[in-house]
Nanobody
Framework: QVQLVESGGGFVQAGDSLRLSCVASGLSINAIGWYRQAPGKERELVARITSIGVPNYADSVKGRFTISRDNAKNTVYLQMNSLKPEDTAVYYC????????WGQGTQVTVSS
């Protein structure tokens, strides 16, 4: 069955970098997105990548985040550079548009 397992989050300072990983078993033929949800806010799509590696980004992260995938490993990555406090959220991966089932997410906290 499909599994979504996110990892790589942490507590960092503004300007630091993190690399998130998402093991998305059974979804290599799908477009995969990275979503984030901050406390009190709706979940938002910040980046997505097609099955052949074409990326798309939200304006808020464009130029700072890079999404990539390794289909052989069923893994999607999100390289996050120049992190800002506004990036603080729980980050999730899922297909685009998302299925109703979500993984546990990974917490990213950026201090000023």
């Amino acid at each position: 069955q499909v599994q979504l397992v996110e990892s790589g989050g942490g507590f960092v300072q503004a300007g630091d970098s993190l690399r998130l990983s998402c093991v998305a078993s059974g979804l290599s033929i799908n477009a995969i997105g990275w979503y984030r949800q901050a406390p009190g806010k709706e979940r938002e799509l910040v980046a997505r990548i097609t099955s052949i590696g074409v990326p798309n980004y939200a304006d808020s992260v464009k130029g700072r985040f890079t999404i990539s995938r390794d289909n052989a490993k069923n893994t999607v990555y999100l390289q996050m550079n120049s992190l800002k406090p506004e990036d603080t959220a729980v980050y999730y991966c899922n297909v685009v548009p998302p299925r109703t089932s979500w993984g546990q997410g990974t917490q990213v906290t950026v201090s000023s």
